[in-house]
C-alpha cells in the first residue's frame, strides 16, 4: 500500500508543472488530490500550499478546509507555536467534532505546551503545566468516548501517561494496543505502528518505573 501510495504521488509531481494548462475545476481536484497525499506523507508545508492554491480557485469542501487547518496547526507546532496551533486544530475539530484527528492533534499540543515550559522553565509556573496535561488528557477522553476501541488513542493514552509519569496506567494502556489493532484489522496500517511503537514505549515505560522505583546507584557503590 505504501509503494502504490509512494507512486501515486510521484506520478502527481511529475505533472505538477503543467497543471496550469488544466481546466479550472480540474485543476481543482488535481490540487486537493495532491494536498492530501503530501499529507499523509507528512510534508505538512507542500501540502498546505496545495490546498492554499486550491482555494484560490473555489471555496474549499470541509474535508479540505479540515486538511488545510491540520497542516496550518501541525507547521505552527514545528515552531513550538502551540497556543496558535490549538487555534487551527479547535476550529479543525468544529468541522468534523466526530473525527479523532483534531483532538488528537490538541492533545499533542497542549503535550507541547507542557514540554516547552517545563525545559525553559523547570521550575516556574507549576500550575499552568500541570493545566497543559489536564487540558490534554480531556482532549484524548473525548476522543475516546467517540471511538473506545481505537489502538492508536490508546497508544497516545500510553504516551500521555509516561509524560504524566504514571507509568504503571502507561504499560497498561500499551498493553491494550497490539490486541485491539488486530481485533479491528489485521491488514491496518495503523496496527503496524502500533506493535512497532508500543513494544519500545512499554519497555521504555518499564524502565522509567523501575529507575522511579530504585534510584540510580553510584559508580562508587557495591
Known amino acids: 500500500m505504501k ?38 506523507k507528512h510534508r505538512f508545508g507542500e501540502a ?13 469542501d470541509a474535508a479540505a478546509a479540515f486538511n488545510r487547518l491540520i497542516c496550518e496547526g501541525v507547521l505552527q507546532s514545528q515552531k ?9 486544530f479547535a476550529a479543525a475539530t468544529k468541522l468534523f467534532p466526530n ?14 505546551t507542557y514540554l516547552s515550559s517545563q525545559y525553559s522553565s523547570p521550575f516556574r509556573n507549576f500550575d499552568s503545566k500541570q493545566g497543559a496535561l489536564r487540558e490534554a488528557a480531556e482532549e484524548l477522553g473525548i476522543a475516546l468516548e467517540k471511538s473506545k476501541k481505537d489502538a492508536e488513542l490508546h ?18 494502556e500499551f498493553g491494550k494496543v497490539p490486541s485491539i489493532a488486530i481485533e479491528r484489522d489485521r491488514q491496518s496500517s495503523t496496527r503496524t505502528r502500533a506493535w512497532r511503537g508500543t513494544t519500545f514505549s512499554a519497555g521504555s515505560a518499564r524502565a522509567a518505573q523501575a529507575c522511579s522505583e530504585k534510584p540510580w546507584r553510584t559508580w562508587t557503590s557495591h
Not at 48 to 60: F, K, N, P, V
Not at 80 to 88: D, G, I, V, Y
Open 3 to 40: 509503494r502504490k501510495h509512494k507512486a501515486g504521488l510521484a506520478m502527481l509531481d511529475s505533472i505538477a508543472n503543467d497543471v496550469k494548462l488544466l481546466k479550472p475545476d480540474i485543476r481543482l481536484l488535481f490540487l486537493l488530490f495532491q494536498g492530501y497525499g503530501k499529507m499523509v
Open 48 to 60: 498546505l500550499d496545495c490546498y492554499s492554491r486550491a482555494a484560490a480557485l473555489e471555496t474549499l
Open 80 to 88: 513550538r507555536c502551540h497556543e496558535q496551533a490549538l487555534e487551527k
Open 99 to 112: 473525527s479523532k484527528e483534531g483532538y488528537v492533534h490538541r492533545l499533542m499540543a497542549h503535550v507541547g
Open 155 to 172: 497508544f497516545y493514552s500510553g504516551l500521555l501517561e509516561m509524560v504524566r509519569r504514571r507509568y504503571t496506567d502507561a504499560i497498561q
